[in-house]
């Protein structure tokens, strides 16, 4: 695809996300762009997931 990774992240609000986005993502050595889509509502998914900063 046109991604090297895909990320589903679940946040509360705006604020939540921008943050994300801002100080944690755009910090990360070797990201140079970001693409965010936002979904209200996902109806099915499965696939393998890993915490970020190693946390559970």
């Known amino acids: 695809g046109g991604y090297d ?3 589903l992240v679940a946040l509360h609000d705006f604020d ?3 943050g994300f ?3 944690k993502l ?3 050595r070797g ?4 693409t965010p889509a936002i979904v209200v509502d996902i109806i099915k998914y ?3 997931v890993a915490p970020i900063e ?3």
């Open 31 to 34: 990201i140079r762009t970001l």
């Open 54 to 56: 190693g946390k559970a």
């Open 46 to 48: 499965k696939f393998d």
């Open 5 to 7: 990774i895909d990320m």
């Open 26 to 28: 755009s910090g990360v």
């Open 21 to 23: 986005l801002l100080d």
């Open 16 to 18: 939540d996300l921008s």
